[in-house]
């Protein structure tokens, strides 16, 4: 089946800092990404969505400004968490979508803890 | 808007017992319904994925059925394993994108 790769699976930065994630598909092109987060003990809360070439959209009450989503290439998304602080700390998981298939193909997540 | 919900938050369940874990959404207006298994610290592992016309998928251990009238999806594990312990989560797609439930913690004990 199709694989989602992210890097790093794990961070652990200072607050104030800006922190990177990657989200690869690695055997289809994936014209559409999904960045989710989840809390200890919560849901996958959808954060944005993004298409290939376009800016991504943002789901109500996730700031723009603070989580910067680039999906420049059809393999390659990056979620980019600016001025990190503690409440950021959770569980971002990306997946992937090719064309109009309906199935989303899952990366294995980044557990981010900001200090 | 979309509201899914899953009961039990939890159940433990001693090995090779069958069980049934339950998934209930709020708009019938679905594509399709999955589950997913999450293991401790990891990302997801799709399981099963059910088209809004199709009654049932089958795979292995697993049966999860969908019910689409009445907004119900269940997910039947049969001889329950130790190496079944993890967290299922459905997900339903609609008109909006995947929306989960909290998700089922399951521990099954040698």
């Known amino acids: 089946g199709a694989v989602v790769s992210q890097h790093p699976s794990r961070v652990i930065c200072k607050s104030g800092t800006s922190v990177k994630i990657e989200c690869r598909s690695l055997?289809?092109?994936?014209?559409?990404m999904f960045w989710y987060r989840q809390f200890p003990k919560q849901s996958l809360m959808l954060m944005a969505t993004?298409?290939?070439?376009?800016?991504?959209?943002?789901e109500q009450g996730v700031e723009k400004d603070k989580f910067l989503i680039n999906h420049a290439s059809l393999t390659l998304s990056t979620l980019t968490v600016t001025s990190a602080h503690p409440e950021d700390s959770s569980f971002y998981i990306c997946?992937?979508?090719?064309?109009?298939?309906?199935?989303?193909?899952f990366g294995p997540g980044t557990r981010l803890l900001v200090l | 808007k979309q509201e899914v919900t899953q009961i039990p938050a939890a159940l433990s369940v001693p090995e090779g017992e069958n069980l049934v874990l339950n998934c209930s959404f709020t708009?019938?207006?679905?594509?399709?319904l999955q589950w997913f298994r999450q293991d401790p610290g990891k990302g997801l592992t799709s399981l099963l994925l059910?088209?809004?016309?199709?009654r049932e998928q089958t795979s292995g251990r697993l049966n999860a059925s969908l019910d689409k009238s009445s907004g119900r999806s269940t997910l039947y594990i049969a001889a329950s394993q130790p190496g079944d312990s993890a967290t299922y989560l459905c997900?339903?797609?609609?008109?909006?994108?995947?929306?989960f439930g909290k998700g089922t913690r399951l521990s099954v004990i040698a």
């Open positions: 997946s992937a979508r090719e064309g109009m298939e309906e199935t989303q193909y």
């Open positions: 055997d289809f092109q994936a014209t559409t």
């Open positions: 993004s298409n290939e070439g376009s800016k991504a959209t943002y």
């Open positions: 708009d019938s207006a679905i594509y399709n």
């Open positions: 059910i088209q809004s016309s199709q």
């Open positions: 997900a339903v797609a609609g008109n909006t994108p995947l929306v």
